[in-house]
């Protein structure tokens, strides 16, 4: 647990303990607090890699400025953040908000990737953009709560809600007693308007390095057509689904076993 002073920020970070694969750079999601676990640093990556993450900028412990944000500002911190380190490139994994952050940061640093994987994302713009989560802040708590769940698996509609009414209730309860440690309003405030604003779709053909795309087959947050787009666009990129919505990552125990084993190949 420590800090690294970039150029503007603070940042908080969290490592593993080294593996025999090395280094392995893990960007998270809207809301990211590293506080809040299990998360990535708990997940079958450590037991392969040496997982890093950090809080991102307005989160967690990391500094949070008061003036609005940018995806150039995000693909820049974790590019300082990785020199802070003392690497000079290294594997990448970004997760949902994280993926489009890796996103900008290999188009903007190439030299800084080694190798990709985006899960559950978006590149904005004609290719899809995620969904609008700054919009689901205007309801009241309780239809806040209701909305996340539905479009974080496509599976869960108003028919499977009316039959399963023991369900859903759980299913409710689990998801807002999920995270301790809820985001501070204005800095993620400020990340879901630079999310709002993000477009990667017209330098998606710069992306040299090997990519793996990853998406839950009914996720409504990065649709599947989103996930199919930066296929099409990214020469190098490979494209699996799984089974699961938009935490994927947790209902398909596939997903995190053949993510390591081609991040691994291509190592070779």
């Known amino acids: 647990m420590s800090l690294i002073e970039t150029h503007d920020l603070s940042i908080y970070y969290e490592r593993s ?28 990556l450590k037991d392969s890699f040496e997982v890093i993450s950090y809080d991102q900028r307005g989160l967690g412990q990391t500094s949070k400025p008061k003036n609005t944000y940018t995806m150039k500002q995000y693909a820049n911190d974790a590019a300082d953040f990785i020199d802070r380190l003392g690497f000079s490139r290294l594997p990448i994994m970004g997760v949902s908000f994280g993926g489009m952050v890796a996103q900008e940061l290999v188009i903007r640093h190439p030299d800084k990737v080694t190798k990709l994987v985006l899960a559950c ?14 919009e689901l802040e205007e309801l009241d708590p309780e239809k806040k709560l209701e909305a996340g769940i539905k479009i ?65 087959k009914y996720d409504g947050i990065a649709p599947i057509k989103n996930m199919e787009y930066l296929h099409k666009n990214i020469k190098s990129s490979t494209l699996k689904f799984y089974e699961g919505g938009h935490l994927f990552l947790i209902q398909d125990k596939l997903a995190f076993k053949e993510i390591i084993e081609w991040l691994v190949k291509i190592d070779e």
Request: aromatic residues 6%.
């Open 17 to 44: 303990s080294k593996q025999n694969n090395g280094p392995l750079l893990y960007i998270g999601g809207t809301g990211g607090d590293l506080r809040n676990r299990p998360n990535q640093l708990d997940s079958p």
């Open 121 to 134: 994302t978006s590149s904005g713009g004609e290719g899809g953009s995620s969904y609008p989560l700054h």
């Open 152 to 216: 974080n698996d496509l599976r869960i509609t108003d028919k499977w809600v009316k039959e399963n009414p023991k369900e859903w209730g759980k299913l409710k309860e689990l998801s807002a007693n999920r995270i301790q440690y809820k985001p501070e309003p204005s800095g993620f405030k400020n990340q879901l308007l630079a999310r709002k604003d993000h477009d990667t779709t017209s330098r998606l053909t710069k992306i040299k390095a090997p990519v793996l795309l990853a998406g839950g």
